[in-house]
């Protein structure tokens, strides 16, 4: 995962016992907080950008991420929903 993660300038990953998907650097947002919020509300990668106070550049690079391990991602989004509903929290 080395190589991959100097590919990126405004991805960083985190310690976590079980998902590997990076955070944007610097802030606690996880790619996949970027994805949902552009999926759920039909915004273009400006609005989140200007929404998250995050340059557009690191936007597209979630993005990015998210069309070359968009497997990863929705893996670790059905075990985040998992986990949730053992405790009896269901999304």
Same mark, same amino acid.
């Not at 690079?61 to 929903?81: F, G, I, P, S, T």
């Given at each position: ?9 405004? $991805? ?10 990076? /955070?944007? =650097?610097? &802030? ?5 907080? %970027? ?18 106070? $995050? ?10 991420? /998210?069309? =070359?391990? &968009? ?5 670790? %989004? ?14």
């Amino acid at each position: 995962m080395g190589e991959q993660q100097n590919s990126y300038r405004y $991805l960083e990953w985190r310690p976590h016992r079980w998902r590997k998907t990076p /955070y944007i =650097k610097g &802030r606690r947002i996880w790619v996949w907080h %970027v994805i949902w919020q552009m999926k759920a509300n039909d915004m273009t990668p400006e609005e989140i950008a200007q929404d998250f106070g $995050l340059p557009v550049e690191a936007v597209y690079e979630a993005l990015d991420y /998210y069309e =070359k391990h &968009r497997e990863l991602l929705e893996a670790e %989004v059905e075990e985040e929903r998992r986990r949730l509903r053992e405790h009896g929290i269901h999304v």
